[in-house]
């Protein structure tokens, strides 16, 4: 256990790089703060490379629940509020190893699998709602682009509530190719298209699936709609000319997963 009283620590230098620089790669450390994000990382068996615990909370954490092998840092209450991102601290933070998978190869296709696959997503808000969504309805993982933002963004990792660590992440480099890997594997593909078939009320979702989310102002890529089964459209009634990427999604899931 150490205990860092100043700013001007060494450590604690390299503790606000890790916050203000996502690294990416399958050992990157990843910065998460608040009771329920370090509390779902816990459960999900996350690796923890680092605990960061403020003075003032540490009669509060149970560091008990931590493997011996963690680093365990104590902080001067200034210190933390300077270390962590929101405005009321919880009194606890994390550096904690990266859970995304780096290559479809890494991962078997199972008959029930449900995937979504986000191409070229920027929103913090939009992912980390669509791996919300995801996550309420059963789906095992999410797929995305490296040039999709990155999950371990603050603002995705408060909109996701924790759900980041419930489901698989898998790292793409290419929509076209991962759709072809998918198919090889009996993997269905749905996209969704402006120009696409209006679902149905019978609409049947085939197993194992995946359904492809585009960026919120181009939506899917030309490339990526030759290379997908089907291209469907959720049918609307009013004036909207589409939805927001996450509603869309949540809805799909929620379809989805009423054919389980």
Not at 132 to 153: E, H, K, L, Q
Not at 238 to 243: D, H, P, Q, T
Request: some cysteine.
């Amino acid at each position: 256990m150490k205990q860092i009283e100043s700013r001007d620590n060494p450590r604690f230098k390299q503790l606000l790089r890790t916050r203000q620089h996502h690294a990416k790669g399958p050992d990157a450390g990843v910065f998460i703060e608040g009771l329920r994000l370090c509390k779902d990382a816990l459960l999900s068996n996350v690796v923890f490379e680092t605990v960061i615990v403020s003075q003032d909370y540490l009669s509060q954490t149970d560091l008990t629940l931590y493997d011996k092998s963690t680093e365990i840092i104590i902080l001067a209450p200034s210190a933390f509020e300077k270390l962590c991102s929101t405005c009321n601290p919880q009194g606890i933070a994390a550096i904690v190893r990266s859970p995304v998978l780096f290559h479809t190869k890494d991962f078997t296709v199972r008959p029930q699998d449900k995937f979504i696959l986000c191409e070229s997503i920027q929103d913090p808000g939009n992912l980390g709602s669509i791996i919300r969504s995801a996550d309420a309805f059963g789906f095992t993982g999410i797929m995305f682009t490296r040039d999709t933002v990155d999950p371990f963004n603050e603002k995705v990792l408060r909109s996701s509530m924790g759900s980041i660590f419930h489901i698989q992440l898998i790292q793409i480099d290419t929509v076209a190719e991962t759709i072809c890997q998918l198919k090889e594997s009996g993997v269905a593909t749905y996209a969704t298209h402006l120009k696409g078939d209006e679902i149905a009320k019978d609409w049947i979702i085939r197993r194992p699936c995946a359904i492809v989310m585009g960026n919120e102002g181009q939506g899917i890529s030309e490339e990526t709609a030759k290379a997908c089964d089907h291209l469907i459209r959720i049918p609307m009634k009013g004036n909207a000319e589409s939805l927001n990427v996450s509603n869309a999604a949540a809805i799909l899931c929620y379809l989805a997963s009423t054919q389980d």
